[in-house]
């Protein structure tokens, strides 16, 4: 299960690494230390987080050149494996996004709930990428 920093987790909040640090200190968003004693957000903590929050989105910042335009960074919030097919859910701020993938692009991407993931939005197709 993937952790974040505290700038990490503001990145994909839409927010400054300031008001993570407030949330934390004040109970709103539960964090841990990592082994050098930093703070860390637990993936599925902030998938849970940004559910409840579904605040501004973040924008790509190493963006793969591509000819989509829409792009949301985002994190998986459920993915629902059947046997041949998929269901990602992403939470990109305000905005919930559901791409249905192949079982096998699931298991490629390793995508798992709290896993940072850029939503790609094509006419009716969602792609979904790794940073």
């Given at each position: 299960m ?8 503001a990145?994909?909040?839409g927010?400054?690494a300031?008001t993570?640090r407030?949330w934390?200190?004040?109970?709103r968003?539960r ?18 987080f940004?559910?409840e ?8 910042e ?8 829409n ?6 919030t459920?993915v ?7 269901q990602v859910?992403?939470q ?9 993938v ?7 991407l390793?995508?798992?709930?709290g896993?940072?993931?850029t939503?790609?939005?094509k006419?009716?197709s969602v792609?979904?990428d790794?940073?």
């Amino acid at each position: 299960m993937p952790s974040y920093s505290m700038g990490q987790a503001a990145r994909l909040l839409g927010v400054s690494a300031e008001t993570v640090r407030r949330w934390a200190d004040g109970g709103r968003l539960r964090v841990a230390r990592d082994g050098a004693g930093a703070r860390v957000v637990e993936g599925a903590d902030l998938a849970g987080f940004a559910v409840e929050r579904a605040g501004p989105h973040a924008v790509p910042e190493d963006d793969v050149p591509t000819s989509v335009r829409n792009a949301f960074v985002g994190i998986v919030t459920a993915v629902r494996v059947d046997d041949v097919a998929a269901q990602v859910e992403v939470q990109s701020g305000p905005h919930r996004l559901v791409s249905l993938v192949t079982r096998e692009a699931v298991e490629e991407l390793g995508l798992a709930v709290g896993v940072t993931v850029t939503a790609r939005v094509k006419s009716t197709s969602v792609h979904v990428d790794l940073p």
